[in-house]
T-cell receptor, first 118, second 113 residues
Framework: AQKVTQAQTEISVVEKEDVTLDCVYETRDTTYYLFWYKQPPSGELVFLIRRNSFDEQNEISGRYSWNFQKSTSSFNFTITASQVVDSAVYFCALSEAGYGGATNKLIFGTGTLLAVQP | EAQVTQNPRYLITVTGKKLTVTCSQNMNHEYMSWYRQDPGLGLRQIYYSMNVEVTDKGDVPEGYKVSRKEKRNFPLILESPSPNQTSLYFC????????????FGPGTRLTVT
């Protein structure tokens, strides 16, 4: 069965601290895709990154970095030198290629609420 | 600007009064889908469409209908809304699956009394 677990419900940090958001996934598919989305207080869902199961390279984009480890089924997200504008709910999601054809359904974790205090 | 739009953004209605939430994308995406977001339950897929005239059920389709007559539009129809359909609804689109990121609309907050 497919599942995404974000064990951290809420994290509070002070501005300029580094913070890592954890994501652990379960899937039986050998081909799958992992995503991170951001939901700021205004409510929209903003796409941050996509990774496929064959690409374990870590990625850095400005203050954001992602660590994908198939051995531990984890896809963690680190924000370096956090800022107040980073305050949001962050969702990790999984999509499977599927044996019967891809539905492209996103299986979301329950989200981590990040509060960055000034 | 590439975007997914939804209307209305907020809607309060009464039980049984048919309503439609519109969704439109300008990215020429083949794939479109609807999700609902509820506290404690997270985001769940309602319906999806792989292309024009091709739609299929997601995880929670009961009480909803969709249609895909044009590539850019994917309306969500509640024929007889009930209070348990009070939720935040998101429309999304992407390139042909598998594996492409989905771009979400701004959300529609629906309250059914």
């Amino acid at each position: 069965a497919q599942k995404v677990t974000q064990a951290q419900t809420e994290i509070s940090v002070v501005e300029k601290e580094d913070v890592t958001l954890d994501c652990v996934y379960e899937t039986r598919d050998t081909t799958y895709y992992l995503f991170w989305y951001k939901q700021p207080p205004s409510g929209e869902l903003v796409f941050l990154i996509r990774r496929n199961s064959f690409d374990e390279q870590n990625e850095i984009s400005g203050r954001y970095s992602w660590n994908f480890q198939k051995s531990t089924s984890s896809f963690n997200f680190t924000i370096t030198a956090s800022q107040v504008v980073d305050s949001a709910v962050y969702f990790c999601a999984l999509s499977e290629a599927g044996y019967g054809g891809a539905t492209n359904k996103l299986i979301f974790g329950t989200g981590t609420l990040l509060a960055v205090q000034p | 600007e590439a975007q997914v739009t939804q209307n209305p953004r907020y809607l309060i209605t009464v039980t049984g009064k048919k309503l439609t939430v519109t969704c439109s994308q300008n990215m020429n995406h083949e794939y479109m889908s609807w999700y609902r977001q509820d506290p404690g339950l997270g985001l769940r897929q309602i319906y999806y469409s792989m292309n024009v005239e091709v739609t299929d059920k997601g995880d929670v389709p009961e009480g909803y209908k969709v249609s895909r007559k044009e590539k850019r539009n994917f309306p969500l129809i509640l024929e007889s809304p009930s209070p348990n359909q009070t939720s935040l609804y998101f429309c999304a689109s992407s390139r042909v699956p598998p594996g492409y990121e989905q771009y979400f609309g701004p959300g529609t907050r629906l309250t059914v009394t």
